[in-house]
């Protein structure tokens, strides 16, 4: 089982930047790749990115390809969600899941293990 907390999450300008970090817990986390998906009230939870266990192979949505990247560090059991030129409609609440083993799609409803969530909200 892995036990997943956000944070980074804030208040910047459009055109800025903020790091989000999503710390785990448990021993198997780096067997699992991880997705970072994002919501708005009223709206269902969109897919952002995803990491594959090794840290090699990210994939992203359209939305954000080009604008965020995302990292992981397995020895601190940490992966970061480094969002660049960001854009009002990237405010949302931030959360990060855990991918099923062998499982590469974007469908939240898949993922399990979500974290509580990080508010990113970007001023015009």
């Known amino acids: 089982q892995v036990h997943l907390v956000e944070s980074g999450g804030g208040l910047v300008q459009a055109g800025g930047s903020l790091r989000l970090s999503c710390a785990a817990s448990g021993r198997t986390f780096s067997v699992y790749d991880i997705g970072w998906f994002r919501q708005t009230p009223g709206k269902e939870r969109e897919y952002v990115g995803r990491?594959?266990?090794?840290?090699?192979?990210?994939d992203y949505a359209d939305s954000v390809k080009g604008r965020f990247t995302i990292s992981r560090d397995n020895d601190r059991k940490m992966v970061y969600l480094q969002m660049n030129s960001l854009k009002p409609e990237d405010t949302a609440v931030y959360y990060c899941?855990?991918?099923?083993?062998?499982?590469?799609?974007?469908?939240?409803?898949?993922?399990?293990?979500w974290g509580q969530g990080t508010q990113v909200t970007v001023s015009s």
């Open positions: 990491i594959d266990r090794n840290g090699v192979i990210a």
């Open positions: 899941a855990v991918a099923p083993l062998e499982y590469i799609g974007r469908r939240a409803e898949v993922y399990d293990f």
